[in-house]
């Protein structure tokens, strides 16, 4: 076990590394001067020759990429990430900030799509084919459609209508004020809860009705065990291994929906700073959000793995 | 060339018609069989068709110019002469979702051309040599899969700034992964297969056996994933648009719509909100539940797997 956990964590520094390349390649070397970004195209040309490259020493982007990347790497150990373009504060304090919202939000996402993808997945596999069954598949297919950022539009629109209610926009920490809080998070966890929901639903669906042709089931079944007693103790736990794969999966991409779903709602957590660093243009923030993100993503799927192999031992000796 | 003598080409002719004739009917059959045993899927599949259609046609059914303001209609809820309304400089709704079509679905169509065949090409080489050419490649594949899609693809099409190409390329490459594992996964069990090892045996090539053994099996998981897959590249390319780093305005997308509609005002008008996402959400699940039929049909093995 313990050797399957160094092996993977292992694999995982190798990938992160990788990443904090490939994320500087990608923002730095691509095409797309930072000054014109930063004055706008008609500020840039009004600009001098010796200004623009004194603005490009101070900002750390005319030294060699080399010496540009270990400058980078200094300001991750350092623990500051390096400073916006437009704002006074550094990277760092950004997603202290605004980090706790966004993790809220991935939380309690998550335990609402398995309160009700799970249930929902029971009801459609102990009668396939059935009417309830058919409604589940058929709701649950529509919320893979649905974009969340649209559904998140449409119940602000929809309370300001009927209510004339509007979820606080400025931030509130959970401690300091807990209404508040709750009320800027319920809103985007629900909306991507139920994006979640709807592939937890049929993915538990699919693997209940696979779990339940096995032998151990009928065995249960034959010495007389009630159907919800099979379902619940026997068939649920086993066919329960890859919806928690699927859910930590689900978990990273939630991160990369929040930035959608937090515009639509106007919530002052990462996705909406992700938002205006890539309206902004801003390269810094921008490289070192992408780059926490991609952090989270991997440590995410190691944790699940380390969980998988935990719970069924039959991966752990594989 | 045209003064061909009538009399060579006759006895050609019965043989040949009848084969196409015959070609005809079985795709006709095929896809009576589809909408028997699919009905529901056959029917989303005809709405994919339409708004396929409605995108290639778009200038036509359009009522109105996509790009002319009307300033004396500005945001104009539905009515008789706009029936999807207008937006804050007196553009028509519905034909700026007409117009919209035409984007999304040349994204996500190249996008899932592009990506999704090159990560299947990509998985097909890899699954058949195997060796230190496959290891490589999952390592490869695994990285890209470091990254939330949306992520890459916003990160990719900052980089390269907006436009059509790029939007392509940045949501072709987050495509890749899934192609090539799925593809791979296929070729891995078909190496095994009796008949492929009776071609190896007769010393059939490399490239024959990839091309005429392997291939046609892959051709069914392939078609189940591009559909899929087209519909994650539309909702995709909706998030782009929404968040400024899809195709600049004044090109209307869906994203784009959606976008402006939170431009208009503090309160953006509802009309601006619910015709673009419902134009989304419909055409995702043309595609998605078209997918589902394909794959129930040609290959229930593969639920759960795509």
Not at chain 1, 23 to 51: C, H, I, N, W
Not at chain 1, 200 to 212: G, H
Not at chain 1, 256 to 280: C, D, N, Q
Not at chain 2, 97 to 119: K, N, Y
Request: aromatic share 8%; charged share 15%.
């Amino acid at each position: 076990m313990y050797t399957y956990i160094v092996r993977r964590l292992a694999f995982g520094a190798v990938t992160v590394v990788g990443v904090s390349i490939v994320v500087f390649m990608v923002l730095r070397v691509l095409p797309g001067d930072q000054l014109v970004a930063v004055f706008g195209p008609e500020g840039y040309t009004k600009l001098s020759d010796a200004e623009r490259a004194g603005y490009m020493a101070q900002l750390g982007l005319s030294d060699p990429l080399v010496v540009q990347y270990l400058h980078w790497i200094r300001d991750i150990a350092t623990g500051s990430l390096g400073r916006s373009f437009f704002r006074a504060e550094s990277v760092a304090e950004m997603i202290a900030r605004r980090g706790p919202l966004t993790a809220e939000i991935a939380l309690i996402s998550v335990v609402l799509s398995w309160v009700v993808g799970i249930p929902v997945a029971v009801v459609s596999a102990l009668r396939p084919n059935s009417i309830a069954d058919n409604i589940s598949r058929f709701v649950s297919i529509l919320f893979l459609a649905v974009p969340g950022f649209w559904l998140g539009m449409l119940i602000v629109l929809g309370l300001l209508f009927t209510f004339g209610y509007r979820a606080p926009l400025a931030g509130a920490s959970l401690f300091q004020d807990p209404i508040a809080n709750l009320q800027i998070v319920i809103g985007p966890a629900i909306v991507l809860g139920l994006g979640q929901a709807a592939y937890i639903a049929r993915m538990a669906r699919s693997s209940l009705l696979e779990v339940i042709r096995e032998d151990y089931v009928r065995t249960a079944r034959a010495k007389g065990l009630s159907g919800r007693l099979v379902i619940g103790w026997h068939a649920l736990p086993n066919a329960l291994l890859p919806v928690i794969t699927l859910s930590g999966i689900l978990l990273g991409f939630v991160l990369a929906g929040s930035i959608p779903v937090e515009r639509a709602f106007g919530t002052p957590g990462l996705g909406y700073a992700m938002f205006t660093a890539v309206s902004e243009r801003d390269v810094f923030v921008m490289q070192n959000l992408v780059f926490l993100y991609a952090i989270v993503f991997v440590m995410l799927n190691i944790a699940v793995d380390v969980t998988i192999a935990w719970i069924d031992p039959r991966i752990r000796y594989r | 060339m045209s003064a061909v003598d009538p009399e060579t080409v006759l006895p050609v002719e019965p043989t040949s018609r009848p084969a196409e004739r015959s070609r005809l009917r079985r795709i006709a059959a095929a896809l009576r069989n589809f909408a028997r045993r699919a009905p529901l899927s056959a029917f989303w599949g005809c709405v994919a068709a339409a708004i396929v259609v409605m995108a290639i046609a778009a200038p036509l059914i359009a009522p109105y110019e996509p790009l002319k303001s009307d300033f004396r209609h500005m945001a104009k809820p539905p009515d008789a002469t706009h029936f999807f309304g207008t937006d804050q400089i007196g553009r028509d709704t519905l034909s700026r979702v007409i117009h919209g079509s035409r984007t999304s679905l040349t994204i996500a169509i190249a996008a899932v051309l592009f990506g999704t065949t090159l990560g299947a090409l990509w998985g097909l080489a890899s699954g058949y040599f195997g060796g230190r050419f496959d290891i490589v490649s999952q390592r490869i594949i695994e990285f890209l899969q470091s990254f939330p899609d949306l992520i890459l693809a916003m990160a990719i099409a900052m980089a390269l700034g907006a436009g059509l190409g790029t939007v392509i390329v940045a949501i072709a490459i987050t495509r890749i992964p899934f192609g090539g594992r799925v593809i791979r996964a296929v070729v891995l069990s078909l190496k095994e297969m009796s008949y492929v090892e009776a071609a190896r045996g007769l010393g059939a090539s490399h490239l024959r056996m990839m091309a005429r053994h392997i291939l046609p099996q892959c051709v069914a998981p392939y078609l189940i994933l591009a559909t899929t897959h087209l519909g994650v590249a539309i909702i995709i390319e909706a998030s782009l648009g929404f968040l400024g780093v899809g195709i600049p305005p004044p090109t209307p997308t869906w994203g784009n719509m959606l976008a402006d509609s939170l431009n208009a005002g503090l309160v953006p008008p509802w009309w601006l909100v619910l015709f673009p996402g419902l134009a989304i959400t419909i055409t995702v699940l043309a595609f998605n539940l078209l997918g589902d039929g394909i794959r129930d049909i040609l290959d229930p093995r593969l639920r759960g797997a795509v």
